[in-house]
């Protein structure tokens, strides 16, 4: 019986990182494709879908030829991605928009009044695992 394998893709902030493991652990290849952040206004951070979406196939295809492993050897593909990103879709299933990430601090208002519902940063905090600040972090 040949060995089965995992793609492993982390679609984060600066690009897509994939990495081909055997299901022993080992890891046979890995390929990194960066795509931007678009900041079109101050405080707003957006990415194109499209972009993670291409970064996904070219490091795929990148892990298999590097390794040399057949794709009917490939038992998952699996991904992590970047948390609390926004991507409006439409009726036909494609992007309306940029996907707004979590970079993003166009809505400090809206966040600080979420949390007064909540009674406040720290039951909200609480509830939700953390607080909603709105604000971007330093570029």
Not at 12 to 20: F, R
Not at 57 to 86: C, F, K, N, W
């Amino acid at each position: 019986m040949s060995l089965k394998y995992i793609i492993a893709h982390d679609v984060g902030t600066s690009g897509n990182k994939a990495v081909l493991v055997d299901t022993e652990g080992n890891i046979q290849a890995s390929a990194f494709q960066p795509y931007p952040v678009h900041y079109p206004r101050p405080d707003w951070a957006e990415q194109e879908p499209e972009d993670w979406w291409n970064a996904i196939a070219v490091t795929t295809r990148q892990v298999v030829e590097q390794s040399g492993v057949a794709p009917r050897d490939v038992l998952a593909m699996v991904y992590t991605t970047q948390m609390l990103g926004i991507v409006p879709m439409g009726a036909d299933g494609q992007p309306l928009r940029p996907a707004i990430i979590w970079l993003d601090g166009r809505a400090p208002r809206q966040a600080e009044r979420i949390m007064r519902k909540f009674l406040g940063r720290r039951v909200f905090a609480a509830v939700a695992g953390a607080e909603l600040s709105g604000k971007a972090l330093s570029r």
